[in-house]
């Protein structure tokens, strides 16, 4: 897979995500964050699938990231990471899965014919698929909270580095040495 | 070791203080507490209420009412369902007790409502906010605007043609998806508005939508139309109750996780029945 193909999926992802941010009247403050964490999980996932990683680790590790950086975001904005996590994950699930799962659904109400056992085979695969995907997308979410052990994003120190004061003070400092 | 010492001592001083401000505090609180119980208890259980209906987890509602409580130095119990709350509130002695039960509003999404009502919970800590403060807040809260039933639509639909393209669909997929997105969420308002069962809105949405992008595949069969037929149907995907399901469930709220988790089944079920209705009228 080449950069500029992945680069246009992030930007799709991070469109979807602003989306369903303006469904769940997200406030405007956020909307750009949350455009940025869609497009930060939807580069993660797809560059990971272009490794040939496993499509429920590449969510998995999307949704992670998605999560470690809404606590930042939740940090600068002062506002609850959820508003920002939940949005910026909807792109992560995997919509064609599920709709495969479905129509393979409908076909096995069908009469067991030829080729029964191979739809039966693929409707599992496809259903268990996206069962794994959802189930990690939430674990991804949650996992800053969970590892810190603390239920308010405010007592979690940020993870990333501060760049602001490192432009700031620092550089003065440098430039005098 | 000096230090040591001066460092304890100066640790204990403060606690000190602190100790009897709380007394003096506890004192003045009993004054006025008769009143006071009331009107947090029924603050408390509107805040509650308010978090469930628009998209908070069980944990989130607990923690806001339990930080609230705390700073009017009151103790709060809570039974937290989808439906109703239940809310204990008793003072540290347990002279004062407030008891009551509050249903819960119809669900709806609203963050910004979320977003405001853990900011007011860190104001109403640091900067010891009356209740009529919290009640004059919340007002404005909730009075605020969502954004213009236009810009909803295009934005969401737009999010429908990027679910298109990461799917693997191509430009006129991704117009399909974004068309067919436009049609069912405006369907969903509608029914919305006139106050129809909500898993019934879904299912209108879910067949609005599957009706419309499925009528490209008349035009013929080679026609690439399938992924957007996929995809136009994922504005309407259960994203809130799978993930606080998943959360409920993992903090041990397991009969909230249960709930959300069948709330979000019924929604995927209404989404696969208007599929269905679509792939069985064009034989897709």
Known sequence: ?177 | MLYNIYFTSKKRRIYDISVTLQRLNKTTMKLQSKDEIGDLGKVLLEIGTLLMSNGASTARIRMTVDRIADSFGYHADMLITHRALTLALRDSDENQVYNNLKRTSPHGVNFKLVSGISRMSWKIVQQDWTITQINNDLKRLQALPHYPRIIVLSFVSLAGASFCRLAGGNAIEMLIAFIATFGGLFARQEILKKKFNPYIAVLVGATVSALMSGSFSIIGPDFPFEHGFATSVLYLIPGIPLIHSFTDLIEGNTLNGILRWAHGLMIAFMIALGLSISIYLYHI
């Open chain 1, 1 to 177: 897979m080449n950069w500029l193909e992945l680069l246009e999926k992030g930007f799709w992802g991070g469109c979807a995500a602003v989306g369903f941010a303006v469904l769940f009247n997200v406030p405007a403050r956020a909307l750009w964050t949350v455009f940025f964490l869609g497009l930060v999980g939807c580069l993660a996932k797809f560059s990971l699938i272009g490794f040939e990683v496993h499509v429920v680790i590449a969510a998995f590790v999307g949704a992670s990231l998605v999560g470690v950086f809404s606590i930042r975001a939740a940090h600068k904005k002062h506002a609850p990471p959820l508003i920002f996590a939940i949005p910026s994950v909807i792109p992560l699930v995997p919509g064609i899965f599920a709709y495969k799962t479905m129509l393979g659904i409908i076909s096995l109400t069908d009469k067991v014919g030829d080729n029964y056992n191979q739809v039966l085979a693929e409707t599992i695969n496809n259903g268990t698929k996206a069962t794994f995907i959802v189930m990690a997308l939430a674990v991804g979410v949650a996992i800053p909270n969970l590892i810190t052990r603390k239920e308010s994003a405010k007592e979690i120190d940020s993870p990333l580095p501060k760049m602001r004061r490192l432009s700031s003070k620092s550089l003065k400092r440098m430039i005098h040495k």
